[in-house]
């Protein structure tokens, strides 16, 4: 039987392919580099972007309900994008602009299918541990072959070549991607599959165990500043849990906010460079003698500091169409700020208004929420989180939950729809979390 009420038209089951399109995101990040070698070998290396084919639909379906339901919010965002990229077309070429909408497609994602991440099937935990098997697998697998054998694979997408992983040596030490194209996606793939498992388990001893097995991985791609910003963003919420509700709203806020002031604060300085061997400490001198700089330089210089340089103006974008003017960035509020300039003001101060705005969803759901904002705006003080998938998509996802929560009823989302029929068993659980354990379900129907 297909629900309680029998019609003429049978309506697509849209949470199954917004689930779907969910594993074939992960499975394609988690296992890239064997799958570009294997692509690559018949010749057919486009096909790596499925998951982007996806995306789109999915975004166009959101949005076409998410319009008849709240046109308001789709014309502002519409808007506030058209200009952004219409700046960006002032300064760069076109191709350069739709390469920043590549980059920023990943996040929109993340924010239409974010209900399907706090699904807690049995299903979908078994998928989560699939993928922090697999990549840590995959990490082992690199550490005793380094190089992989997909390491120097390349291919040609729109006239720019694509490399199969991404090779970085850290004060000489390999930063080892296991079965995906780069170091950070594996240390990210391992936090948020870790995260998602911790959050709902209402067990300490659980929780210790996965966190401990987690971080000697995380260490092993050489990402030590995502094992720090990890441990920052979990530990409060394992080890003081009368003290989440008082503690997860400040502590989001604050590294949210430090994303602004660390660069602001270093503004003009100018620090001894450290030996290379202190790669941590020499890549942060690095960001404020050098890169911070010069990003702020070419913002004002090549765009505006009011509107900044549009979508494209700065990172991959400009690597692959102004490789003379590159600049990193290396901070997520920096690297806002060419794509959108003075409004990255407005856009940070809107996410803290979320976090403290009274919300209505389930405890687990928004503390997830919570703590992978606070993760990512630890890893953003240092990081361009916005160019990684992972983290753009998590990131985009955790603010659409906030924002669900503080404007829409308890039982209403942009995809409320029922449990996927893919996982529907008798007897099988189903639904969303809440503060205790047991399951919200979603409202049938539209």
């Not at 919010?73 to 519409?78: D, F, S």
């Not at 296991?178 to 936090?191: D, H, I, M, P, Q």
Request: aromatic fraction near 12%; charged fraction near 10%; proline fraction near 6%.
């Amino acid at each position: 039987m297909i629900g309680p009420a029998i019609t003429s038209r049978v309506r697509p089951d849209f949470a199954a392919i917004h689930l779907i399109s969910f594993m074939v995101f992960m499975v394609s990040l988690t296992f890239e580099g064997p799958l570009r070698l294997a692509l690559s070998a018949v010749h057919l290396p486009f096909l790596i972007y499925v998951r982007d084919v996806l995306a789109v639909a999915v975004i166009t379906q959101v949005l076409y309900v998410k319009t008849r339901s709240n046109f308001t919010l789709v014309l502002i965002g519409g808007l506030l994008l058209l200009i952004h990229n219409l700046v960006g077309l002032w300064n760069v070429s076109l191709p350069q602009v739709l390469f920043g909408d590549k980059v920023l497609l990943d996040g929109m994602f993340g924010a239409c299918i974010s209900p399907v991440i706090f699904r807690r099937d049995p299903a979908m935990k078994a998928f989560l541990w699939f993928i922090l098997c697999a990549t840590a697998i995959g990490i082992v697998y690199n550490y005793f072959h380094n190089p992989p054998p997909w390491w120097d694979v390349s291919s040609e997408v729109g006239g720019i070549e694509v490399n199969g992983i991404r090779t970085i040596y850290a004060a000489g030490v390999p930063r080892l991607a296991g079965f995906s194209r780069a170091n950070t996606t594996a240390a990210c793939l391992l936090v948020v599959t870790t995260l998602s498992l911790i959050i709902p388990s209402r067990s300490r001893i659980f929780q210790n165990v996965l966190l401990l097995a987690c971080l000697p991985f995380v260490f092993l791609t050489n990402s030590k500043s995502t094992m720090i910003c990890l441990l920052l963003a979990v530990v409060p919420y394992i080890y003081l849990p009368s003290k989440r509700a008082h503690l997860l709203k400040p502590l989001t806020a604050i590294s949210t906010v430090l994303c602004i002031l660390v660069p602001l604060g270093f503004w003009g300085t100018i620090l001894h460079q450290p030996s290379a061997d202190t790669f941590s400490l020499f890549s942060f001198v690095d960001r404020v003698d050098r890169a911070w700089p010069n990003s702020w330089r070419l913002i004002a210089e090549r765009g505006s500091m009011l509107l900044g340089r549009g979508i494209g103006g700065i990172g991959s974008p400009q690597k692959a169409y102004e490789p003379s003017l590159f600049v990193e960035g290396d901070n997520v509020f920096i690297y806002l700020y060419g794509y959108f300039g003075a409004l990255t003001l407005g856009y940070f101060g809107y996410v803290i208004y979320l976090v403290f705005k009274p919300h209505q969803r389930a405890a687990a759901e928004l503390q997830f929420a919570l703590v992978l904002l606070t993760f990512c705006g630890f890893t953003g003080i240092t990081g361009i989180i916005i160019e990684d998938q992972l983290l753009i998509f998590y990131m985009f996802a955790a603010i659409a939950t906030l924002y669900r929560s503080a404007s829409e009823p308890p039982n209403f989302s942009v995809a409320s729809y029922p449990r996927p029929a893919i996982l529907r068993s008798e007897g099988a659980s189903g639904g969303i979390w809440d503060g205790s354990g047991e399951q919200v379900n979603a409202r049938q129907g539209r």
